[in-house]
């Protein structure tokens, strides 16, 4: 999955330019978290919410089991 993610760790930089919240649930990040950014959607995830995203992904970044419900 490392096509649709970069992993990182949370560095003060990035909490106090970036976010210091998950991008999905909103949970606070901390320093020294693993945190993933979504290349497709520009925001950093929690490592819960990257690993529950990953599998409903396929190959193209696509999240299959929640399609149609927005479309
Ligand atoms: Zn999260």
Known sequence: ???C????VATREILLRVTNVCGVCY???HEG???YYDLQHYRYL???C???LC???NEQCEVLEE???FG
């Open 67 to 69: 399609e149609g419900l």
């Open 50 to 52: 990257y690993e529950k």
């Open 46 to 48: 929690c490592q819960e």
């Open 5 to 8: 993610f970069v992993d990182q």
């Open 27 to 29: 949970s606070d990040l």
């Open 33 to 35: 978290d693993p945190i």
């Open 55 to 57: 599998e409903k992904m």
């Open 1 to 3: 999955m490392s096509t």
